[in-house]
């Protein structure tokens, strides 16, 4: 019989982001900040969406793990999450791999980050933990979650994505049984087991993690005890768990938050330059899969105080306009013309410039006369007058970073060397 509960499980857990990433795939934009505080959607950092998540699911407690160049990261939590407030048993903790256990040890990897920190979890008294990645772009309530966690009596239970089987080889991919418990787990197999039913689709691991706070704590000493151990929970954790207790499935679609115009569960790794590009350019559409707009659940960040977006100038040819665009507070569009671009805050587009399926970061100066599509502009950049970017794809190579979709990144460094 399942108990029945008087209050929210998610008031009685704590939500510990991972975000030490360095996020490596996204080349330059990730040279001086880590993955989770890469700018998305025009106002947010990626981080926001795991913790919205938390914040809008009820749970009040959250610690953020940070490392590989944090500084930005923890400048933008400092700003953007110093609301709680301890008197209403609310708490915000920023964790720096400080060397707290060894004098030369930093996080060596997932699980260890977590184990550092023990003191500070257990000083809480939570019942549960909720162990979240913080690079990925998603909406979803982690209440269902926990209530599937306690209804099972798992002792973990792990958030998957149904993918087709195929593509699931980049993943640790769950092998379950017709009550998706956990027979096995699998990192990144060549030939990935399929869904019981459904042989064509597979249980993809999202990297989410719930546990009760105490077994959670017991299994971190177990495994910082072992010299053998990567310290990490998808190779480590997860799979003793797997072999020697009860691990449990949890499929995204039963906890997605989709407003009344998202159709289908949605989910990105932003961790390319193409799939970074692709999901920020998908937003400028008509009904995009993810609504950023959906006020029930809203994704919070640092909302800096800016003027708002002003388009200048209306000459036949010198005309400052956007079509299925979205442009950010503080942008001025002198002369210029945007078509399904999106421009984070501060950005100065001047005159006979034409931007075009473009990604522009805070702060970049657009020259006059400048052609640029298909691009990501890193923050800070200057663009000069007159460049013209996507038309010529062995000159582009030759001057920035091109993927093989065609999408170019540019940073100041990269202008620097065309001496213009």
Known sequence: MVERRTQPLARDAMA??????RGSRLKELTDRRAKPAVHFGGKARIIDFALSNALNS????IGVATQYKAHSLIRHLQRGWNFFRPERNESFDVLPASQR???TQWYEGTADAVYQNIDIIEDYGVEYMVILAGDHIYKMDYELMLAQHVDSGADVTIGCLEVPRMEATGFGVMHVDTEDR???????PADPPGIPGNPEMALASMGIYVFHTKFLMDMLRRDAADPKSSRDFGKDIIPYIVEHGKAVAHRFTHSCVRSDFEREAYWRDVGTIDA????NIDLTHVTPELDIYDSTWPIWTFA???PPAKFVHDDEDRRGSATSSLVSGDCIISGAMLNSSLLFTGVRVNSYSRLENAVVLPDVAIGRHSILRNVVIDSRVTIPEGLVVGDDPELDAKRFRRTENGVCLITQSMIDKLGM
């Open 58 to 61: 009820g749970i009040r407690r």
């Open 16 to 21: 510990y982001v991972l975000a030490g990433g």
């Open 182 to 188: 956990i027979i096995a787990f699998v990192e990144k």
């Open 101 to 103: 256990v060894s004098e």
């Open 276 to 279: 970074y590009w692709q999901a």
């Open 304 to 306: 800096e105080i800016k």
